[in-house]
């Protein structure tokens, strides 16, 4: 007596296993979302780089461009006021600071207004009046912007879970003391060599790189829920 084996019933076309297209839909969103998480994260190292190198040389050119040494401090100065004031007039904003493309934005401004130091510098010479103007802009755009990157890391980490959002806070953190070791060592390194304007270029040429890298992040819908 033969036997005969029944083979097992096959799927129609075009349908397969749903557990795992599950499993597959899952693989590419964690995939997409690390690499939001990675984008996240440069674009703070790069920023945080090219700010502790413009703060190293700032001073230094606006001494030389001034002759007055109560000017260095203008700027530094002038971007803190917003960022104190930032509790009252930032109230209805950040709601809106949604995804990484408003964030490039904000920093793409920030961008802007660093690089009116070193143009002004090049041309019409560096006065109070544009010293404090860049000192404004930039600290708008970080009273909005640095909430903003931490609170859409954070939303981005818990798409996938709860540990992941605390690892990429603290990868955020980390960025920061990276470029707040090697950072100022390298700014001492190019005054020393006579370039501090470049530094103020650099630093511009950084924030538009982060603006660039955030503007490629989209909103998730735990930061939309927050507005």
């Not at 096959?10 to 979302?33: I, S, Y």
């Not at 945080?48 to 007055?68: E, H, Y």
């Not at 934005?105 to 006065?127: F, Q």
């Not at 603290?170 to 003391?177: E, I, K, L, S």
Request: hydrophobic share 55%; with cysteine.
């Amino acid at each position: 007596m033969t036997s005969h084996v029944v083979p097992a019933a096959e799927a129609p076309p075009g349908t397969g296993n749903p557990r795992h297209a599950r499993r597959a839909r899952h693989a590419r969103h964690a995939r997409k979302t690390r690499r939001h998480i990675a984008l996240m994260l440069a674009a703070t190292f790069v920023s945080w780089v090219g700010q502790r190198l413009g703060a190293i040389a700032l001073p230094l050119v606006v001494l030389a461009q001034t002759g007055d040494a109560w000017t260095t401090g203008l700027v530094a100065g002038a971007a803190g006021l917003p960022v104190i004031a930032a509790p009252w007039w930032t109230r209805r904003l950040r709601h809106r600071i949604v995804s990484g493309r408003s964030l490039g934005l904000l920093t793409a401004l920030a961008a802007a207004g660093t690089a009116v130091v070193p143009v002004a510098a090049l041309t019409v010479g560096l006065g109070a009046g544009t010293l404090v103007a860049s000192g404004l802009v930039l600290g708008c755009c970080t009273a909005l912007t640095a909430p903003g990157q931490r609170a859409l890391l954070a939303d981005i980490g818990d798409a996938l879970s709860p540990a992941t959002s605390v690892r990429a806070l603290t990868g955020q953190d980390f960025a920061h003391r990276i470029s707040m070791t090697f950072a100022p060592a390298l700014g001492a390194l190019v005054v020393a060599l006579g370039h501090p304007i470049t530094l103020l270029w650099v630093e511009s040429a950084a924030l538009a790189t982060a603006a660039g890298l955030l503007a490629a992040v989209p909103s998730y819908p735990a930061v939309r829920m927050a507005g």
